[in-house]
Protein backbone atom coordinates (compact mmCIF):
# COMPACT_ATOMS: atom_id res chain seq x y z
CA UNK A 1 0.00 0.00 0.00
CA UNK A 2 1.45 3.43 -0.86
CA UNK A 3 1.03 6.17 1.76
CA UNK A 4 -1.12 8.50 -0.33
CA UNK A 5 -3.52 5.16 0.27
CA UNK A 6 -2.86 5.12 4.10
CA UNK A 7 -3.27 8.32 4.51
CA UNK A 8 -6.73 8.34 2.20
CA UNK A 9 -7.94 5.33 3.97
CA UNK A 10 -7.05 6.93 7.81
CA UNK A 11 -8.82 10.34 6.43
CA UNK A 12 -12.26 8.17 5.21
CA UNK A 13 -12.18 6.66 8.63
CA UNK A 14 -11.55 9.91 10.47
CA UNK A 15 -14.32 11.61 8.33
CA UNK A 16 -17.20 8.07 9.12
CA UNK A 17 -16.33 8.32 12.43
CA UNK A 18 -17.29 11.89 12.22
CA UNK A 19 -20.48 11.37 10.95
CA UNK A 20 -22.13 8.85 13.22
CA UNK A 21 -23.60 11.45 15.21
CA UNK A 22 -25.58 12.42 12.30
CA UNK A 23 -26.63 8.44 11.36
CA UNK A 24 -27.54 7.89 14.60
CA UNK A 25 -30.19 10.84 14.23
CA UNK A 26 -31.24 9.37 11.14
CA UNK A 27 -31.67 6.61 12.61
CA UNK A 28 -33.49 8.25 15.66
CA UNK A 29 -35.61 10.23 12.95
CA UNK A 30 -36.60 6.76 10.89
CA UNK A 31 -38.24 5.39 14.36
CA UNK A 32 -39.96 8.81 15.26
CA UNK A 33 -41.29 8.65 11.43
CA UNK A 34 -43.02 5.76 11.91
CA UNK A 35 -44.36 6.35 15.28
CA UNK A 36 -46.24 9.66 14.32
CA UNK A 37 -47.20 8.14 11.10
CA UNK A 38 -48.69 5.13 13.40
CA UNK A 39 -50.14 7.89 15.65
CA UNK A 40 -51.80 9.73 12.65
CA UNK A 41 -53.40 6.94 11.03
CA UNK A 42 -54.84 5.83 14.64
CA UNK A 43 -56.32 9.39 14.78
CA UNK A 44 -58.25 9.70 11.64
CA UNK A 45 -59.73 6.29 12.24
CA UNK A 46 -61.03 7.72 15.36
CA UNK A 47 -62.10 10.27 13.31
CA UNK A 48 -63.77 8.06 11.20
CA UNK A 49 -65.50 5.93 13.96
CA UNK A 50 -66.61 8.76 15.67
CA UNK A 51 -68.22 10.45 13.06
CA UNK A 52 -69.94 7.09 12.16
CA UNK A 53 -71.34 6.97 15.69
CA UNK A 54 -72.41 10.76 15.54
CA UNK A 55 -74.80 9.62 12.00
CA UNK A 56 -75.77 6.68 14.07
CA UNK A 57 -77.24 8.74 16.44
CA UNK A 58 -78.30 11.90 14.19
CA UNK A 59 -80.34 8.63 12.73
CA UNK A 60 -81.65 8.05 15.95
CA UNK A 61 -82.44 11.44 16.49
CA UNK A 62 -84.24 11.89 13.51
CA UNK A 63 -86.37 8.58 13.72
CA UNK A 64 -87.64 9.62 17.18
CA UNK A 65 -88.42 12.99 16.13
CA UNK A 66 -90.46 11.48 13.25
CA UNK A 67 -92.24 9.08 15.46
CA UNK A 68 -93.13 12.15 17.70
CA UNK A 69 -94.45 14.54 14.50
CA UNK A 70 -96.73 11.15 13.97
CA UNK A 71 -98.19 10.83 16.86
CA UNK A 72 -99.36 15.09 17.53
CA UNK A 73 -100.58 14.12 14.08
CA UNK A 74 -102.50 11.48 15.10
CA UNK A 75 -103.46 13.60 18.37
CA UNK A 76 -104.06 16.40 16.47
CA UNK A 77 -106.73 14.26 13.71
CA UNK A 78 -108.62 13.02 16.86
CA UNK A 79 -109.25 16.27 18.34
CA UNK A 80 -110.93 17.37 15.51
CA UNK A 81 -112.03 14.73 14.37
CA UNK A 82 -115.96 13.43 15.57
CA UNK A 83 -115.66 10.19 17.10
CA UNK A 84 -118.37 7.44 17.62
CA UNK A 85 -116.55 6.29 21.06
CA UNK A 86 -115.13 9.72 22.91
CA UNK A 87 -113.81 8.12 25.93
CA UNK A 88 -111.61 5.62 23.71
CA UNK A 89 -110.24 8.38 21.32
CA UNK A 90 -109.55 10.47 24.65
CA UNK A 91 -107.69 7.69 26.34
CA UNK A 92 -105.75 7.36 22.91
CA UNK A 93 -105.25 11.28 23.19
CA UNK A 94 -103.79 11.04 26.54
CA UNK A 95 -101.25 8.65 25.68
CA UNK A 96 -100.21 10.32 22.75
CA UNK A 97 -99.87 13.25 25.53
CA UNK A 98 -97.79 10.99 27.65
CA UNK A 99 -95.16 9.98 24.95
CA UNK A 100 -94.93 13.20 23.74
CA UNK A 101 -93.82 14.40 26.61
CA UNK A 102 -91.29 11.20 27.41
CA UNK A 103 -89.84 12.16 23.54
CA UNK A 104 -89.42 15.04 24.30
CA UNK A 105 -87.06 14.40 26.54
CA UNK A 106 -85.45 11.56 24.82
CA UNK A 107 -85.04 14.18 21.65
CA UNK A 108 -83.07 16.56 23.58
CA UNK A 109 -80.93 13.79 24.90
CA UNK A 110 -80.23 12.05 21.91
CA UNK A 111 -79.28 15.51 19.93
CA UNK A 112 -76.48 16.42 23.00
CA UNK A 113 -75.08 12.84 22.62
CA UNK A 114 -74.86 13.32 18.89
CA UNK A 115 -73.74 16.82 19.24
CA UNK A 116 -71.18 15.82 21.85
CA UNK A 117 -70.02 12.99 19.37
CA UNK A 118 -69.07 15.52 16.76
CA UNK A 119 -67.31 17.45 18.87
CA UNK A 120 -64.69 14.43 19.20
CA UNK A 121 -65.02 14.14 15.45
CA UNK A 122 -63.69 17.26 15.52
CA UNK A 123 -61.02 16.52 18.28
CA UNK A 124 -59.74 13.39 16.17
CA UNK A 125 -59.45 15.59 13.00
CA UNK A 126 -57.50 17.85 14.37
CA UNK A 127 -55.15 15.81 16.63
CA UNK A 128 -54.41 13.50 13.43
CA UNK A 129 -53.81 17.24 11.18
CA UNK A 130 -51.51 17.40 13.94
CA UNK A 131 -49.51 14.11 13.44
CA UNK A 132 -49.63 15.00 9.82
CA UNK A 133 -47.97 18.04 10.37
CA UNK A 134 -45.40 16.46 12.34
CA UNK A 135 -44.94 13.85 10.24
CA UNK A 136 -43.74 15.71 7.56
CA UNK A 137 -41.25 17.88 9.69
CA UNK A 138 -39.78 14.85 11.12
CA UNK A 139 -39.44 13.56 7.26
CA UNK A 140 -38.44 16.88 6.13
CA UNK A 141 -35.51 16.66 9.51
CA UNK A 142 -34.63 13.49 7.93
CA UNK A 143 -33.95 13.48 4.39
CA UNK A 144 -31.97 17.45 5.41
CA UNK A 145 -30.10 15.51 8.26
CA UNK A 146 -29.13 12.57 5.10
CA UNK A 147 -27.68 15.36 2.74
CA UNK A 148 -25.10 15.97 5.41
CA UNK A 149 -23.48 12.73 5.01
CA UNK A 150 -23.21 13.73 1.35
CA UNK A 151 -21.95 16.93 1.72
CA UNK A 152 -19.77 16.33 4.67
CA UNK A 153 -21.31 19.74 5.67
CA UNK A 154 -22.95 19.78 9.49
CA UNK A 155 -24.83 22.68 8.75
CA UNK A 156 -27.60 20.16 7.26
CA UNK A 157 -27.43 18.47 10.30
CA UNK A 158 -28.56 21.61 12.25
CA UNK A 159 -31.04 22.10 10.16
CA UNK A 160 -32.58 18.72 10.16
CA UNK A 161 -32.17 18.71 13.58
CA UNK A 162 -34.21 22.27 13.97
CA UNK A 163 -37.28 20.31 11.35
CA UNK A 164 -37.05 17.74 13.72
CA UNK A 165 -37.72 19.78 16.67
CA UNK A 166 -40.61 21.76 15.26
CA UNK A 167 -41.84 18.16 14.45
CA UNK A 168 -41.59 16.70 17.66
CA UNK A 169 -43.31 19.81 18.77
CA UNK A 170 -46.26 18.60 17.26
CA UNK A 171 -46.74 15.43 18.55
CA UNK A 172 -46.78 16.86 21.62
CA UNK A 173 -49.59 19.46 20.76
CA UNK A 174 -51.14 16.69 19.03
CA UNK A 175 -51.31 14.81 22.61
CA UNK A 176 -52.58 18.17 24.10
CA UNK A 177 -55.47 18.32 21.81
CA UNK A 178 -58.46 16.61 23.84
Known sequence: MEANEVQELQE????GSNMRPVAFTMAVLAVLVAITTVLGHR????????Q????????????????ASDTELASDLL??????NKEAADKLAKSYADH???WADDLKEAEQKANDLEADVEKAEARGS?????????????????VTLLTQSRIY????????????FCVAAAFIVR
Do not use: M, P
Not at 12 to 15: D, H, I, L, Q, V
Not at 52 to 67: G, L, M, P, S, V
Not at 130 to 146: C, K
Open 12 to 15: NAER
Open 100 to 102: QKK
Open 43 to 50: AHTEAVLR
Open 157 to 168: WYFGIVFSLAGI
Open 79 to 84: SVLAVA
Open 52 to 67: NQATDQWNFYQAHKIR
Open 130 to 146: RFDLAEALLEIGLVVTS
